[in-house]
């Protein structure tokens, strides 16, 4: 059966082209953050290399070596895996040599299965060679070899690359949908899928892995109370956080890019809270801390300072000072007024 949860249209789509055989070499999988465009892709590698009459059955001896990894003519590249620096830029990114060796197993035929497929997890991490190198794959197909790259966005996937590959975009479910999915297929007690599938924003993947990794949800929390603790913090600390940023920056742009969207998140909330708009909120577990600080602070004052972290993520982008742009984002943090009886 097809694991991913919801995606009926790209399931649908996939089913279709089983049945037809009508299958193009490459596809594009777009979508956020644990949407789901792994499990799409390895559930696809499962149903071309099924040995059972409904592919993917998910229990012959090919699904299972798909799921754990251990087939063959399976490749994932992933990003955790294999990303290199960009010395110019200092970029995370897939260098050439990477795509050369897919390159050099892509000549040979399947070796167990049916097809060879690669999944390239990060094509919008592309370095410039390695995307110009993996094109001259993708115009040349070759017999039972498919190419599956997934990315975010298709803001930073070379056009041409694009040009070559049949996209598919997922979408975040529902939360309801989400809660549901947590409840039926993981067993999730209805309080904990609520407030997991509110959390994920729909990107049941993030809430599947806190289920298996406990600590993502401890990090999840630490970091959140983190931002809290910098509305109360003095200058001095403020500081010592945005030095420890703009050093974490220098290592990797993207953790970095992902804390200040967690920054964008809980000042999204307390926004939300002050325009009345409470059921929208995402940290529902803290709704109350949330809605005291909403009622403390001003609407323009909250306004602003969202607008002032999304305009130190984009000056980031632009390689702008880091620790000169995080300082002046948190000189910029709302003042409580009129706080009756400490914090
Ligand atoms: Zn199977």
Redesign the pocket.
Known sequence: MWQIVGQSKVVSYFKKCLETGLLAHAYLFIGPHHVGKMQLAINVA?AL????DK??????N??QKIAQGKHVDVQVLSVDSNLEKNKSTNKAEIGIEKIRQIQRAANLPPFEGKYKLFIIDGADLLSLEAANCLLKTLEEPYNKVLFLLLAKTTKTVPPTVISRCQQLTLMPLAVDEAEKALIDLHGVQKQKARLLSTLSKGCIGWAISTLKDKKLLEHYYEDREVILDMIHADYEERFIYATRLADQYKRNREITQEVLKGWVEIWRDILLIKTGINKAITNIDIQKRLEQLSRDMNLCDIRYFINDILVTMINLRKNVNARLAIEAMMMNIPERAQVKGGS
Not at 49 to 52: A, G, L
Not at 55 to 60: D, I, L, M, N
């Open positions: 499962q290399n099924c040995q059972e592919p993917p059955c998910s229990e012959c090919s699904c």
